[in-house]
T-cell receptor, first 112, second 112 residues
Framework: SQQGEEDPQALSIQEGENATMNCSYK?????LQWYRQNSGRGLVHLIL?????REKHSGRLRVTLDTSKKSSSLLITASRAADTASYFC????????????FGTGTRLKVLA | EADIYQTPRYLVIGTGKKITLECSQT?????MYWYQQDPGMELHLIHY???????EKGDLSSESTVSRIRTEHFPLTLESARPSHTSQYLC???????????FGQGTRLTVV
């Protein structure tokens, strides 16, 4: 399987705390993306980091990428109850097919 | 809100029925994708298309078929639905492979 893995599978934190999710993947990539999914809905794109980038910020989101370890992390700072959702990483490989391969997801619950 | 639409949102049908899940986008994207997702689980790519008259099978074997006669339309058909087809089906599109993907809200299919 080309699926990546994310950990933890589930995370429960208090509002105001930071949430960190990790993603590991298996193939060489062009970029890695993070998506958010509210329960029973489609996915929404959060941020894209290219293979030649090591860190990227967007608002309260910080993403890091370590291509030597084939891993990435997503940090959400000062979390809010509205951040409760599942978070997925997705990779676009260098194989030429440009399929998006999604990780297993982290279910984040932020308690008010 | 992304300009990609899936209908119906929910569908309950009997075993053996033929069904078509609709997906349309108004962004002029060439790349379109179908994913299957069981509750709380990872996404599996079942079909994708690089443009009109182009369709490919994804990483997860599926008994469904797709067509791409128009750029904006990428319907998925099950000729004879079975309870094992019960799942959520997500349609997505992108301007180019490996760029931000836009997802529809999904169709939750239940076959009884």
């Amino acid at each position: 399987s080309q699926q990546g893995e994310e950990d933890p599978q589930a995370l429960s934190i208090q509002e105001g705390e930071n949430a960190t999710m990790n993603c590991s993947y298996k193939t060489s990539i062009n970029n890695l993306q993070w998506y958010r999914q509210n329960s029973g809905r489609g996915l929404v794109h959060l941020i894209l980091i290219r293979s030649n980038e090591r860190e990227k910020h967007s608002g309260r989101l910080r993403v890091t990428l370590d291509t030597s370890k084939k891993s990435s992390s997503l940090l959400i700072t000062a979390s809010r109850a509205a951040d409760t959702a599942s978070y997925f990483c997705a990779t676009a490989s260098t194989s030429g097919t440009y399929k998006y391969i999604f990780g297993t997801g982290t279910r984040l619950k932020v308690l008010a | 809100e992304a300009d990609i639409y899936q209908t119906p949102r929910y569908l309950v049908i009997g075993t053996g029925k033929k069904i078509t899940l609709e997906c349309s986008q108004t962004m002029g994207h060439d790349k379109m994708y179908w994913y299957q997702q069981d509750p709380g689980m990872e996404l599996h790519l079942i079909h994708y298309s690089y443009g009109v008259n182009s369709t490919e099978k994804g990483d997860l074997s599926s008994e469904s078929t797709v067509s791409r006669i128009r750029t904006e339309h990428f319907p998925l058909t099950l000729e004879s639905a079975r309870p094992s087809h019960t799942s959520q089906y997500l349609c997505a599109s992108s301007y180019a492979g490996g760029t931000e993907a836009f997802f529809g809200q999904g169709t939750r299919l239940t076959v009884v």
